[in-house]
T-cell receptor, first 115, second 113 residues
Framework: SQTIHQWPATLVQPVGSPLSLECTVE??????LYWYRQAAGRGLQLLFY??????ISSEVPQNLSASRPQDRQFILSSKKLLLSDSGFYLC??????????????FGPGTRLTVL | GESVGLHLPTLSVQEGDNSIINCAYS??????FIWYKQESGKGPQFIID?????DKRQGQRVTVLLNKTVKHLSLQIAATQPGDSAVYFC????????????FGSGTQLTVLP
């Protein structure tokens, strides 16, 4: 069966510090991968998605970036965090290569607090 | 733009009663719908999905109803339990398209003892 991991689970960072969040998927090949952000009590905002290694699409302009160095690894980064970057970051995968209509399965999330 | 919205942001039900969570969608071309459950501090969990060639689909204690005429989707939870307390999201898309899933803002379900 497929599993998705995210770490760290929680993170407290000062403004202006760098960020690296990691997501890995097991049990599937060539998944579509997604990064979402969720503000407290709000819905899901799609940040980035990837249909393959090195292929990243950005949905919103921001000071975040994403990379996919391996088939089942997706990384969310920032060079300098802003207060507004605080939130709950979710990674997700889906199994239909190149199509985004398949069910997305989410990881446990990372709670980021920028102080 | 097109969006998926929920009629009620919060819903409280007594333990043992049935719950109905509603979702309206605006894209008449949407033909694939998913319900997710998100417990506090956790990632959304897939509950059930439905394609537009069906009006109803049942799972374990859950039923999804789709009314394409009025573009309305509902999730029914039978014999609601304390563990059902969570935020429930609907999501929609056009099967086979390059569009991203569109998520609703969520409904907070609280089960009262």
């Amino acid at each position: 069966s497929q599993t998705i991991h995210q770490w760290p689970a929680t993170l407290v960072q000062p403004v202006g510090s760098p960020l690296s969040l990691e997501c890995t998927v097991e049990g599937t090949s060539n998944p579509n991968l997604y990064w979402y952000r969720q503000a407290a009590g709000r819905g899901l905002q799609l940040l980035f998605y990837s249909v393959g290694i090195g292929q990243i699409s950005s949905e919103v302009p921001q000071n975040l970036s994403a990379s996919r160095p391996q088939d089942r690894q997706f990384i969310l980064s920032s060079k300098k965090l802003l207060l507004s970057d605080s939130g709950f970051y979710l990674c997700a995968w889906s199994g239909v290569a190149g199509a985004h209509t398949d069910t997305q399965y989410f990881g446990p999330g990372t709670r980021l607090t920028v102080l | 733009g097109e969006s998926v919205g929920l009629h009620l942001p919060t819903l409280s039900v007594q333990e043992g009663d049935n719950s109905i969570i509603n979702c309206a969608y605006s894209n008449s071309a949407s033909d694939y719908f998913i319900w997710y459950k998100q417990e506090s501090g956790k990632g959304p969990q897939f509950i059930i999905d439905i394609r537009s060639n069906m009006d109803k689909r049942q799972g374990q204690r859950v039923t999804v109803l789709l009314n394409k005429t009025v573009k309305h989707l509902s999730l029914q939870i039978a014999a609601t339990q304390p563990g059902d307390s969570a935020v429930y999201f609907c999501a929609e898309n056009i099967w086979g398209s390059a569009r991203q899933l569109t998520f609703g803002s969520g409904t907070q379900l609280t089960v009262l003892p």
